[in-house]
Every structure is written in structure tokens, then in C-alpha cells.
């Protein structure tokens, strides 16, 4: 088992950047990716970018390339989202998510981004 603490959410003004973190414990060593995904009120979850374990290669949704950045800090067990740039339509539940050879198994319990325009 893998579990997964998500933090660093909040309130922010358009234009403006947050950091968020995920710590990661338990069966770490199975960990083959992660990611964050994002669910706005009345919206289906959407991918928002992804990092591989060992090799750092990164992905992202096309809404969030060249604003957001996905980190590792392997030793911490922790990966970290820096969002910049946020826009309104930013604003949703944030989830940390783990997973393993496919698809996510584990989630974090979400951290809310509140972007004002």
C-alpha cells in the first residue's frame, strides 16, 4: 500500500502561483509514476501532468504546459506541482496520484486552488 498526502492548496489572484506537494509513504519502492490531476465543480477529473519515478521524464495536459511544473524529490519521497501564471479556470480539487505499471492505484485526499479574477 501507498499513501499519499497532498497539500499546499489555496486562494490566489489570476496571474498569480502556488506550489503543491505530495508526500508519498508506505510501499514507495512499487511507485512507478506520478501525477496530479485536477476536478472543477460539475467536471469529470482530468489528467494536469505526470512524472516518471526513476527517469523524471515528464507529461502534461495541454492546458497547463508552459505554466505548470512537475518536480520529484525522490529521497523525500515527495513530488511537487509549482503552478504559475493561474487563471480562473485553474480552479479546482487538486489529487496526487501513484501509480504502477498501469494506471493510478493510489490518491491523495485532494487540496483546493482557488484562483479570483
Known amino acids: 500500500q501507498v499513501q499519499l498526502v497532498d497539500s499546499g492548496g489555496g486562494l490566489v489572484q489570476a496571474g498569480g502561483s502556488l506550489r503543491l506537494s505530495c508526500a508519498a509513504s508506505g510501499r514507495t519502492s512499487s511507485i512507478y509514476r506520478m501525477g496530479w490531476f485536477r476536478q472543477a465543480p460539475g467536471k469529470e477529473r482530468e489528467f494536469v501532468a505526470q512524472?516518471?519515478?526513476?527517469?523524471?521524464?515528464?507529461n502534461y495536459a495541454d492546458s497547463v504546459k508552459g505554466r505548470y511544473t512537475i518536480s520529484r524529490e525522490n529521497a523525500k519521497n515527495t513530488v511537487n506541482l509549482q503552478m504559475n501564471r493561474l487563471n480562473a479556470a485553474d480552479t479546482a480539487v487538486y489529487y496526487c496520484?501513484?501509480?504502477?505499471?498501469?494506471?493510478?492505484?493510489?490518491w491523495g485526499q485532494g487540496t483546493q486552488v482557488t484562483v479570483s479574477s
Open positions: 512524472i516518471s519515478w526513476s527517469g523524471g521524464r515528464t
Open positions: 496520484a501513484a501509480g504502477q505499471a498501469v494506471g493510478y492505484g493510489y
